[in-house]
């Protein structure tokens, strides 16, 4: 057993939560994080691609939920809008009609959650 075992248990909760992948340390390349542990190399995080990211979100907040978001009443799926938009989902390429479509609406209904925030 190494001493680095414990911390690798400690991110991967985090790193699952990001939909990242964890790798050793000498598979690492030029993109991913290489966490150090009490002085050495003890793992290697690939980040996902935004697209991904998104999906993993969504998919996360649907296993929260309990059910497809697209299943929510307009007041939640409303929430379900400014928890993405605070996360930089429509940032993404393709955000808009990604969360539409996990939605079951428009991407003019998602437009509009969004206006809605705003206007508040």
Same mark, same amino acid.
Do not use: C
């Given at each position: 057993?190494?001493?680095?075992?414990?911390?690798? +248990?400690?991110?991967?909760?985090?790193?699952?939560?990001?939909?990242?992948?964890?790798?050793?340390?000498?598979?690492?390349?030029?993109?991913?994080?290489?966490?150090?542990?009490?002085? +050495?190399?003890?793992?290697?995080v690939r980040l996902p691609q935004l697209a991904?990211?998104?999906? /993993?979100?969504? +998919?996360?907040?649907?296993?929260?939920?309990?059910?497809?978001? +697209?299943?929510?009443?307009?007041?939640?799926?409303?929430?379900?809008?400014?928890?993405?938009?605070?996360?930089?989902?429509?940032?993404?390429? /393709?955000?808009?009609?990604?969360?539409?479509?996990?939605?079951?609406?428009?991407?003019?209904?998602?437009?509009?959650?969004?206006?809605?925030e705003k206007g508040a």
């Amino acid at each position: 057993m190494t001493g680095d075992e414990p911390f690798i +248990a400690a991110v991967k909760p985090l790193v699952d939560a990001m939909g990242g992948e964890l790798l050793p340390p000498d598979e690492a390349g030029p993109e991913d994080v290489v966490l150090a542990w009490e002085g +050495a190399d003890a793992v290697a995080v690939r980040l996902p691609q935004l697209a991904d990211s998104l999906d /993993h979100i969504l +998919a996360a907040m649907e296993r929260r939920r309990g059910r497809p978001l +697209a299943d929510l009443d307009r007041k939640s799926k409303q929430e379900v809008v400014r928890i993405l938009e605070a996360r930089g989902a429509f940032a993404v390429r /393709h955000g808009v009609e990604t969360v539409a479509s996990a939605l079951g609406v428009s991407r003019f209904t998602v437009y509009n959650y969004l206006n809605r925030e705003k206007g508040a």
